[in-house]
């Protein structure tokens, strides 16, 4: 699992000063994952819902 967590810091998913990476499961047993990026003006998150839906939401505001 260790090791599975490190790659996370080698493949440049955080990358600079205030990026911000957080995962959880919710209460209803969602599993959320969420990316800020570039002084968060790119996020991105993904959920997965007990019933095997995902959805992934990508925001980018211009400079």
């Given at each position: 699992m260790a090791k599975n967590l490190l790659?996370?810091?080698n493949n440049s998913i955080?990358?600079?000063p205030g990026d911000?990476?957080?995962?959880?499961i919710t209460r209803s047993n969602r599993q959320v994952m969420?990316?800020?990026?570039n002084n968060g003006?790119?996020?991105y998150s993904v959920t997965r819902?007990?019933?095997g839906t995902t959805?992934?939401?990508k925001t980018i505001k211009p400079n």
């Amino acid at each position: 699992m260790a090791k599975n967590l490190l790659s996370i810091f080698n493949n440049s998913i955080l990358n600079e000063p205030g990026d911000e990476m957080s995962a959880q499961i919710t209460r209803s047993n969602r599993q959320v994952m969420k990316v800020s990026k570039n002084n968060g003006k790119n996020k991105y998150s993904v959920t997965r819902y007990p019933n095997g839906t995902t959805v992934e939401t990508k925001t980018i505001k211009p400079n």
